[in-house]
C-alpha cells in the first residue's frame, strides 16, 4: 500500500510542482506513477485476492483508509 499511496500522491501533487517546469517531464513522471499504481493494484490482487480496496487518491479522512472493496473481477480492469 505505501507504493499505492506514493502513487496517488505524485498524481495528485505534480501539477501544483513548480521545480519542474518542464511539461514533458511532467507528463513522463505521470505516467510512470501510473504504472506503479497499477503494478501495485496487481501485486495486491496477486497476494491478497481479487477484493481488495481500490483506492486512485490519498486518504483525506479515516473513512478513506477504510475503503469498501471492488466486486470480483473489477480489480484487474481497473488496473489495466
Same mark, same amino acid.
Given at each position: 500500500?505505501?507504493?499505492?499511496?506514493? %502513487?496517488?500522491l505524485?498524481?495528485?501533487?505534480i501539477?501544483? @510542482?513548480?521545480?519542474? =517546469?518542464d511539461?514533458?517531464? =511532467?507528463? &513522463?513522471? &505521470?505516467?510512470? @506513477?501510473l !504504472?506503479?499504481r497499477g503494478?501495485?493494484?496487481?501485486y495486491? @490482487?496477486? !497476494?491478497?485476492?481479487?477484493?481488495i480496496?481500490? &483506492?486512485?487518491?490519498?486518504? +483525506? %479522512?479515516?473513512?478513506? !483508509?477504510?475503503g469498501?472493496?471492488? @466486486? +470480483?473481477?473489477?480489480?484487474?480492469? =481497473?488496473i489495466?
Amino acid at each position: 500500500y505505501v507504493m499505492e499511496y506514493a %502513487s496517488n500522491l505524485i498524481l495528485e501533487k505534480i501539477d501544483a @510542482a513548480t521545480m519542474v =517546469k518542464d511539461e514533458v517531464l =511532467k507528463d &513522463r513522471l &505521470r505516467g510512470e @506513477a501510473l !504504472f506503479l499504481r497499477g503494478l501495485s493494484h496487481f501485486y495486491l @490482487a496477486s !497476494f491478497f485476492g481479487e477484493e481488495i480496496p481500490y &483506492r486512485n487518491a490519498i486518504p +483525506k %479522512s479515516e473513512s478513506d !483508509f477504510f475503503g469498501a472493496p471492488l @466486486a +470480483k473481477g473489477e480489480m484487474y480492469g =481497473k488496473i489495466v
